[in-house]
């Protein structure tokens, strides 16, 4: 089986595992641990439903904030097996992803990802931790694929360039028709219905409607105002030309609201969803949470069933942030260090990966990229 390691950045992987390796070769006992970790790396097999297929030659990193400790890396040997030794008692995060090939034409990715919490009390006399991460394949779709909301470099406190970006994973087309925008607002981790701070609406029929449609690998981009924010003198050139967005937000109770006429609207108050703000749809700077829904339950006055959902991504720049979107939807938030007002932005590590676990799925990078992805 053809497999091929990616990482969020080649140069960025080849300094960490050059650092990793120094450090863990030239003092592995300074870790001067007694636990080791080890764990196993399957995958569904292709041809019994029931059986699991090891992942040979995995790229598995594990790291730990707890002590200064380098991100260590180790590859699975043939049996999907990997060890980590001489470490400390504390608690990790394990990731590993990869691009596999059951066959010439197929090409799946997948992620393996666990936080543990080994303590000396979990593990009893016994130092070896001993798992079987099987691998999670990313869920094909309609994406929310990018979130730029952190603003560009200034010291204005301008955030109004902030857009979002779908893309279409699926071999088929989908269409947008009726589809709903949300800002959340905080719903119980368990909750089977969505609360909503801002609810925005596409036109035309949810589920039936064939007017708007989204074209296999294409990516949209739906502006908060669709105008060419480098016309604002002191972040000039340094921000985003929104002016040819597909889509532009839209509240129709916003006194002097602004309205390209060349860019449809996605709308609120608009005799079918409203939002008694009468702000624009703008979201936190460094953390929110956003669901795109398919619009067959538009009525929040209950919340907004999600069972609707078509994809949900929370983020927040703070590690310590309190999740406040069910797990269901997404296992935790990406976005963890992103800066303010410096034109970061936050991407999904390729075009449309979703294992519904934000931390994995998303990366901050250091320029928006709306209408296409930031590997292209
Ligand atoms: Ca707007
Ligand atoms: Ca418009
Ligand atoms: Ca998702
Ligand atoms: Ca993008």
């Known amino acids: 089986m053809k497999k091929k390691i990616i990482t969020l950045s080649a140069a960025l992987f080849t300094v960490f595992m050059t650092v990793s390796c120094m450090l863990f070769e030239s003092r592995p006992e300074t870790l001067d641990g007694n636990l080791s970790i080890r764990l196993c790396f399957t995958v569904p097999s292709d041809t019994d439903s029931t059986a699991v297929t090891p992942v040979e030659d995995l790229d598995v990193k594990i790291y730990t904030t707890d002590y200064s400790i ?5 590859l699975t040997d043939s049996a999907g097996v990997v060890l980590f030794e001489h ?7 394990v ?11 197929e090409e799946i990715e997948v992620v393996g990802a666990k936080a543990l919490n080994l303590t000396a009390d979990s593990l009893g006399t016994d130092s070896v931790y001993t798992d079987t ?41 989908v269409y947008l028709d009726g589809m709903i925008f949300l800002r959340l607002g905080t719903t119980p981790l368990f909750s089977d219905t969505l609360s909503v701070t801002y609810i925005y609406q596409f036109p035309g029929t949810p589920l039936t409607g064939r007017q708007y449609p989204v074209e296999p690998g294409a990516f949209v981009v739906l502006a908060g105002n669709a105008f060419d924010h480098n016309q604002i003198g002191p972040i000039a050139g340094k921000t985003v030309d929104l002016s040819d967005a597909e889509w532009e937000f839209v509240n129709r109770i916003e006194s002097g609201a602004y309205d390209n006429p060349n860019v449809p609207n996605i709308t609120t108050n608009n005799g079918r969803v409203s939002q008694e703000s009468k702000v624009d749809f703008m979201v936190g700077v460094t953390g929110d949470a956003l669901a795109l829904c398919d619009g ?31 797990y269901a939807l997404d296992a935790s938030y990406g976005g963890v260090g992103q800066n303010k007002y410096a034109g970061q932005s936050l991407e999904r590590i390729r075009p449309g990966f979703d294992t519904n676990n934000s931390r994995i799925d998303f990366v901050v990078i250091n320029a928006p990229t709306p209408g296409y992805h930031h590997d292209e």
């Open 296 to 326: 067959t339950d538009y009525d929040q006055t209950d919340g907004i069933d999600i069972n609707t959902v078509i994809d949900a991504v929370e983020y927040s720049s703070s590690p310590t942030h309190i999740k406040e979107l069910p």
């Open 133 to 173: 991460l099987c691998m999670e394949q990313s869920k094909r779709g309609l994406k929310i694929n990018e979130i730029y909301t952190s603003g560009p470099p200034n010291n204005i406190f301008y955030f109004y360039d902030q857009f979002f970006e779908l893309y279409n994973g699926l071999s088929e087309t």
């Open 70 to 74: 380098p991100e260590m890396h180790a």
């Open 95 to 105: 990731e590993a992803y990869s691009i596999l090939h059951p066959s010439e034409f």
């Open 87 to 93: 470490l400390p008692y504390a608690y990790y995060n």
